[in-house]
Nanobody, 125 residues
Framework: EVQLQASGGGLVQPGGSLRLSCAAS????????IAWFRQAPGKEREGVSC????????YYPDSIKGRFTISRDNAKNTAYLQMNSLKPEDTAVYYC??????????????????WGQGTLVTVSS
């Protein structure tokens, strides 16, 4: 059974940082791309980053580039999202998701096979 466990969310002040983790089990982690999505209240879920099974291949939408960094540790079956310079508009529930092998720049929800339960990030003073 595929399981994805997102953690690391919390309350942070504007300009602060958080690191999210996505612990995976039930599949060959190294063969899968891992993506992070987020959903703010009243908004659609949107992709914020993806890391392929191919070393060094990552994707970020333009609105995120330079602030967030995605990484993975295949030995620990875990992916990470380092979020810096956080803004109130980054407030959302963050989800990790998987698909085989590579990221797609379209980052549509339907392109991803399995999802974690989400972790809430609140950016507020």
């Amino acid at each position: 059974e595929v399981q994805l466990q997102a953690s690391g969310g919390g309350l942070v002040q504007p300009g602060g940082s958080l690191r999210l983790s996505c612990a995976a089990s039930g599949f060959i982690f190294a063969d899968y791309a891992i993506a992070w999505f987020r959903q703010a209240p009243g908004k659609e879920r949107e992709g914020v980053s993806c890391i392929s099974s191919i070393p060094g291949q990552t994707y970020y939408p333009d609105s995120i580039k330079g602030r967030f960094t995605i990484s993975r540790d295949n030995a620990k079956n875990t992916a990470y999202l380092q979020m810096n310079s956080l803004k109130p508009e980054d407030t959302a529930v963050y989800y990790c998701a998987t698909r085989r092998f590579i990221c797609l720049p379209t980052m549509r929800n339907s392109e991803y096979e399995d999802w974690g339960q989400g972790t809430l990030v609140t950016v507020s003073s």
